[in-house]
């Protein structure tokens, strides 16, 4: 039987959305305040996390970062009320069994452990951070449908899902009756477009938004070359990236090039670039300063026309949806 795309949840956010990675490690906890209360006087409303963020270079104080905004929320004046509140779990919180993963009783033990350090009695968006192969979808849908019926959490969405781990975790949720995922966070941007194949199209069919994580690639979009030159850059704290960077030095090049004929900054050309996207709905970003929020909200003012689009797709190539973008 055919069933037609569902419509988008009701819920209202932001385009930006704060992501919280870096409170704790990078961040200190008065600034990470400071960056939440800049956030809402900017109008972002919708913050995200999870249980595992917070850790440190050997692996320790899992949790942190949710205990620094729950801080925040409990020095009142509507913080808590204002932000629409997303984390997420699937990362093993310790070395015991089930301190991990999707079954129902991790799931139990996770929400409990978040709603605790978040200093909250709810959370808005409860995200499974990685797909379980082990755990089956009846036994993970009748969990999150304890915690609605509860009310401890009120939306569901995934991060990290292929494309056809969304149809089977809808079509799951479809005969329970229930509203499944409502999201999915994915690595998406300029130089990773993979999920322009499936999940892009999959979302689209199933009415979820799209929220992209990394939309800077580690700040390989955000002028890096020019920060070089300059004496700027951040030596030593690239890992992964620095190689990237040597594969696609040129076209980076090229892309800061861009920029600076647009009178732009790399970074809000990259942002821009994300919300003209179809499905997405607000890209994480994640500053490590007050500085850095204010200069990513300058993206919401950038409107690309076609002719700058078409140059960013030859730079950047993009993807058909699956199977046109490799067969017919």
């Given amino acids: 039987m055919f069933y037609p795309p569902r419509a988008p949840p009701g819920l209202t956010v932001s385009r930006l959305c704060l992501g ?9 906890e008065s600034d990470a305040h400071l960056i939440m209360d800049t956030a809402h006087e900017r ?3 919708f913050f995200d996390t999870a249980n595992a963020y917070g850790r440190d270079n050997e692996g320790n104080l899992k949790g942190r970062t949710e205990e620094i905004i729950g801080r925040w929320f409990a020095r009142g004046g509507g913080r808590r009320e204002r932000t629409v509140l997303a984390t997420k779990a699937y990362a093993p919180m310790g070395d015991w069994p089930n301190e991990g993963r999707l079954s129902a009783l991790a799931v139990r033990r996770a929400v409990e452990d978040s709603l605790r350090r978040l200093n909250t009695d709810h959370i808005d968006l409860y995200q499974m951070h990685h797909i379980d192969r082990d755990t089956p979808w009846e036994e993970i849908w009748q969990a999150m ?6 009310g401890k959490i009120i939306y569901v969405g995934s991060s990290n899902f292929a494309g056809w781990h969304i149809a089977q975790a809808q079509e799951a949720a479809r005969a329970r009756h229930f509203l ?17 194949l499936e999940v892009v199209p999959a979302l689209q069919h199933y ?20 920060k070089e030159r300059e004496g700027t850059a951040v030596r030593g704290s690239m890992g992964h990236a620095s190689e990237i960077l040597a594969a696609n030095r040129d076209r980076i090049q090229a892309y800061e090039d861009l920029a600076a004929e647009l009178g732009t900054d790399p970074a809000d050309l990259a942002l821009a670039w994300l919300l003209s996207r179809p499905a997405v709905t607000a890209p994480i970003i994640g500053p490590r300063t007050p500085a850095h929020l204010e200069a990513a909200v300058g993206a919401l003012d950038l409107k ?16 058909k949806p699956a199977p046109e973008d490799y067969a017919w």
């Fill in 180 to 196: 499944g995922l409502v999201s999915e966070q994915s690595l998406y941007n300029l130089l990773d477009r993979t999920i322009e």
């Fill in 304 to 319: 690309l026309d076609q002719k700058t689009l078409d140059r960013l797709d030859e730079l950047f190539p993009g993807h």
């Fill in 207 to 226: 009415g979820l938004g799209l929220l992209p994580w990394s939309p800077l690639r580690s700040g390989l979009l955000s002028g890096v070359l020019r």
């Fill in 43 to 45: 109008g972002i409303n």
């Fill in 20 to 28: 919280t990675m870096n409170f704790g490690p990078h961040t200190e």
């Fill in 145 to 150: 449908e304890v915690l609605v019926t509860q």
